[in-house]
Nanobody, 114 residues
Framework: VQLVESGGGLVQPGGSLRLSCAAS????????MGWYRQAPGKQRELVAT???????NYADSVKGRFTISRDNAKNTVYLRMNSLKPEDTAVYYC?????????WGQGTQVTVSS
């Protein structure tokens, strides 16, 4: 199983980024997909999840600014991040969960700074 994130980088406050996570080795359409993040010195936290039926859930801190989506044909989940703030700076991790399977990507760094 591989989850490969991409799209991170350095962006100014107020800017936007789109993260992608390409999955392989799983039946993607069966998995709840999620994005989590971990800032230096802090615990990993939930950012957003999307179910197989495309129901979404967001952390209060990102509601209205971030959008999670999935493309089952491409085995890919996305996180569109708008109006980025310095406090969004973290390593962002992709997660796939289904039954007994719980998989993580290697993470992609997002830095919001002027």
């Amino acid at each position: 199983v591989q989850l490969v994130e991409s799209g991170g980088g350095l962006v100014q406050p107020g800017g936007s980024l789109r993260l992608s996570c390409a999955a392989s080795g799983i039946i993607f359409s069966r998995y709840i997909m999620g994005w989590y993040r971990q800032a230096p010195g802090k615990q990993r936290e939930l950012v957003a999840t999307i179910t197989t039926g495309r129901n979404t859930n967001y952390a209060d801190s990102v509601k209205g600014r971030f959008t999670i989506s999935r493309d089952n044909a491409k085995n890919t989940v996305y996180l569109r991040m708008n109006s980025l703030k310095p406090e969004d700076t973290a390593v962002y991790y992709c997660n796939a969960y289904y039954g007994g399977g719980n998989y993580w990507g290697q993470g992609t760094q997002v830095t919001v700074s002027s």
